[in-house]
């Protein structure tokens, strides 16, 4: 689920070069703004929970090649997420022959916990027979997550948490070093209800490198639009947010990747419910609640040990 209070799937740039001239320039404090209205709408944000269709085109034939359905809750107050997603197509499938799957998981106790999807293939075998599906647990990977992205099934990060997000940091940064020679370009505008950040890459003069980040002060000063552009490549990532209890989230966030003049990829994600600071169910982060069962097979990492699973 590959998903994402900076709530999309992007990480701002905290670029350092070695040989630029630059500094940060423009409507600088109005980034204090960001930062403050930002860190208060997520603040109200205690639980999370909702739903989500997620689909890919292939743009040279416009093509759906992938669409899945999640399931997701998230806590705050204990930096937690899980999650069920159904895959309706894949790109690697014929349409025809395609039977869609469920995968599950959670972000939870400083461990992920990612179930394999229930088909014959991924079953173990236990005694020569298909039993169980294969549980694998392992640390979360180090460094920011974004919160919304597309199709990765392995790293929910990049689905749908709320807690981890790095925009005050970058921000903060930016506004650190406004006065620091050694950074790339940087330049901060205004646009009615919306604040800019644009950094450039000067120093290959064939390649000019821009990152473009906006934020909108009317949708709890949460990031509405990122721009990247590098050797004719741009990827754009627009999000429309939805009120609900007093919190914004995301309603329906998209990505288009265009090479040349030419659009090659397509991502929506569309939020089909959205529910916030409501109760969550108590078995939302076990290993039963995320759909373990008896007779799965347990791989964990972080103890170097293996075991069938026995609820208790």
């Not at 597309?150 to 689905?159: E, H, I, K």
């Not at 741009?234 to 659009?263: H, M």
Request: aromatic share 8%; glycine share 6%.
């Amino acid at each position: 689920m590959r998903a994402a209070a900076l709530w999309i799937s992007t990480c701002l740039a905290m670029t350092l070069a070695t040989a630029a001239s630059g500094r940060v320039t423009g409507e600088v404090d109005a980034l204090t703004e960001v930062i403050e209205g930002f860190e208060q709408n997520q603040q109200a944000l205690r639980t999370w929970q909702g739903s989500a269709t997620i689909k890919r085109w292939k743009h040279s034939d416009d093509k759906l090649v992938g669409e899945s359905e999640v399931d997701f809750i998230s806590d705050r107050s204990n930096d937690a997420i899980a999650w069920k997603r159904t895959v309706l197509a894949v790109p690697s499938e014929d349409p025809e022959d395609f039977e869609p799957y469920e995968t599950s998981g959670m972000l939870s106790d400083g461990r992920i916990v990612w179930v394999a999807p229930r088909t014959r293939e991924d079953r173990h075998d236990r005694d020569g027979q298909p039993h169980g599906v294969n549980v694998h647990v392992r640390e979360p990977e180090a460094g920011p997550r974004p919160l919304i992205a597309t199709d990765d099934a392995f790293n929910p990060g990049l689905y749908f948490n709320p807690v981890v997000n790095n925009t005050p940091q970058t921000l903060r940064f930016y506004l650190q070093n406004r006065h620091n020679p050694d950074m790339y370009p940087a330049t901060v505008t205004r646009q009615g209800s919306r604040v800019v950040l644009e950094i450039t890459n000067p120093t290959e003069p064939h390649n000019k490198i821009i990152n473009r980040y906006t934020f909108d002060l009317s949708s709890g000063f949460n990031l509405v639009e990122s721009y990247f552009e590098s050797e004719g490549n741009r990827t754009a990532t627009t999000t429309k947010y939805q009120l609900v209890n007093k919190v914004y989230v995301p309603a329906v966030s998209t990505t288009v990747s265009q090479r040349g003049s030419q659009t090659i990829r397509k991502v929506e994600t569309l939020f089909t419910s959205n529910r916030v600071n409501e109760p969550i169910p108590a078995d939302a982060f076990t290993l039963e609640g995320i759909g373990v069962r008896d007779g799965d097979y347990i791989l964990d990492t972080i103890t170097n040990k293996s075991s069938w699973y026995q609820p208790d």
